[in-house]
């Protein structure tokens, strides 16, 4: 079968959902994946790229948990230099760097301006040392190189790329690059790799129990939220990769491991128009209340605040930012930033909140929690792997399979390190995207090309066939975001995609960057385009708005 044949085949999409269901009543797996955010999804993609029979199962829609409430960064994490967490540094450096060579639309580089402040903690000397074994653990005696190389820039060149930063107290800095990237939408493009080499994956599917033969897990038992059917998944190994959701399907857990084994920290988000915030480039800020690092992030016309780290002890599935989340956020921009404007009533456009899934250590504050991972068997035969970052979800995958080989549950799987740091098949340069957009001709605006270039790579191409055929579909939901009708449309048919909600936060951006204060009006478009490709009768349209729209009051409440 052709790329493209495999790229956009109609099977994994909701109108396939039932043939997903009966091939997991009748398959019998290697492996079955439990969790669909992107720990899971690379365990996927990385099972059946060593010739397994790979089953995912998850209990929301796919990266619902943290993998699409994170602060949207491919990044190595400069402030683990501070903890001496080298090896961590250099692993997720050396991954941003090729997924940054081979998914080349969906990472961004940017700028990240980390200033020398009067009475900080961090002086020029120490900025410039951590800037530059950051750039050299990434770089040295690797094959896929970061984008730039560090600047160091004077107290005068720091005004000058940064005009509405604080004057006061700024003794230089350095500039260094990191990636956007829409986590998200790399979740959901490594389930499709894993898809199209034979994958069978599943959202809204609840594990509750697991089959037990001769004391060893030999698949699982599952619940349809969505039909209500009750069925077995049978296969040799389980892989429990819940995130947050870790010990709620541990059975039994191995002596040497802490229980809970999760402590789980809430990260918050706020996001505004760049022009509010007033920011040009990626700044590290740091707390005026207690001297926490966090950012100020580029993201197009936006600009994303965050994030906070602080212990959560209440619902996983949906948590909110409150009040206090945000004043901690923007008293320290503000102070930094002084000509900012973030009133809340005024130029708030979205928060989100996430929740960490930490590995547990004792007398460690939530900010310096390691985000090294961990990967055991516990005596049932149940595979778990916890904690880690999103950027280093292919080695969390590479090391789990490493721990696979080493128990010999499969013959002939064993790889070379770096395997499958391999072309995404979705990822397209942007010369091939300019080329395709001339032989189109379909006038779209410069903004809207450059958007669906960098969110779906060669599934824009898709886009633009669905355009041609329905010149409608350019039309934008609002008329100040880029997000039209064609991109929706796209999710619907090639991405299994359940529910309106799903659709604003997860297979797009739009509930980050739609102003909350138009969520009806967007709703109400988007709601539409699903009743018709999915026949939606009237009463089920308007409980998929309702839905959503209390899910952005929530996001909002405290305003």
């Known amino acids: 079968m052709s790329l493209e044949k495999k790229l956009f085949s109609h099977d994994w999409n909701l109108k396939h959902r039932k043939d997903i269901i009966e091939r997991l009543k009748s398959t019998e797996y290697d492996v079955i994946v439990i969790g669909g955010g992107i720990t899971g999804a690379g365990i996927a993609r990385e099972g059946v790229m060593r010739g397994l029979k790979v089953a995912l199962i998850e209990m929301q829609d796919f990266s619902a948990g943290t993998s699409s409430r994170s602060s949207k960064l491919a990044h190595g994490g400069i402030r683990y230099l501070a903890h001496g967490d080298m090896d961590l540094v250099k692993e997720a450096t050396t991954e941003r760097n090729w997924m940054l060579a081979h998914i080349p639309h969906l990472l961004r580089p940017i700028p990240f301006l980390f200033v020398a402040w009067e009475g900080s903690s961090y002086k020029i000397r120490d900025i410039k040392g951590a ?65 199209i080499r034979g994958a069978d994956v599943l959202s809204y599917c609840e594990v509750f129990d697991y089959i037990i033969d001769e004391g060893k897990i030999k698949g699982v038992k599952c619940k349809d939220i969505e039909g209500e059917d009750v069925f077995e998944v049978k296969g040799t190994l389980v892989v429990n990769a819940t995130g947050i959701w870790t010990d709620d399907l541990l059975d039994a857990y191995p002596e040497e491991m802490p229980k809970p084994l999760i402590r789980p920290t809430k990260g918050v988000h706020l996001v505004y128009r760049r022009s509010d915030v007033k920011n040009k480039m990626a700044t590290i800020i740091f707390s005026i209340d207690d001297e926490r690092a966090f950012f100020v992030l580029p993201r197009g016309d936006f600009t994303i605040i965050g994030t906070t780290d602080t212990d959560y002890n209440n619902e996983l599935s949906n948590p909110f930012c409150d009040e206090d989340d945000a ?6 921009v503000k102070y930094y930033f002084p000509s900012a404007e973030l009133d809340y009533d005024e130029n708030l456009l979205s928060t989100y909140a996430g929740i960490r899934p930490l590995v547990k ?39 789990l399979f ?74 934008r939901i609002i008329p100040e975001n880029n997000f039209i009708k064609g991109e929706i449309l796209y999710t619907l048919k090639y991405e299994l995609t ?49 839905r959503y729209l209390e899910y952005i009051s929530d996001c909002v409440s405290f305003i």
């Open 131 to 195: 800037t530059k074994i950051y750039d050299f653990l990434s770089d040295k005696g690797e094959e896929f190189k970061n984008y730039k190389q560090r600047e160091i820039i004077s107290q005068e060149e720091v005004i000058k790329r940064e005009p509405e930063i604080r004057k006061e107290g700024n003794n230089g800095g350095v500039i260094y690059y990191d990636n956007n990237v829409d986590d998200a939408r790399l979740t959901i493009e490594t389930l499709k790799e894993a898809v």
């Open 327 to 332: 004043d901690y956020l923007t008293r320290s």
């Open 361 to 399: 250590e004792k007398g460690v504050s939530e900010s310096d929690v390691s985000r090294k991972h961990v990967i055991f068997f516990n005596k049932n035969g149940l595979l778990t792997i916890a904690g880690g970052k999103l950027t280093t979800w292919r080695k969390m995958a590479e090391d």
């Open 402 to 475: 490493q721990k696979v080989v080493e128990h010999n549950l499969f013959q002939d799987i064993d790889q070379e390190e770096g395997f499958s740091k391999q072309m995404f098949k979705i990822g397209l340069q942007e010369d091939d995207w300019k080329k395709a957009l001339e032989e189109y001709s379909l006038d779209l605006d410069d903004d809207i090309a450059n958007h669906l270039y960098q969110q779906y790579g060669r599934g824009a191409l898709k886009i633009l066939e669905l355009i041609q055929n329905d010149k409608t579909l350019k039309e």
């Open 498 to 546: 359940t529910h309106l909600i799903d659709i604003f936060c997860r297979r797009t951006e739009m509930s980050l960057f739609i102003d909350h204060r138009k969520s009806d009006e967007a709703a109400q478009k988007v709601a539409d385009i699903m009743a018709e490709e999915y026949n939606w009768s009237e009463d089920k349209k308007e409980d998929e708005i309702l």
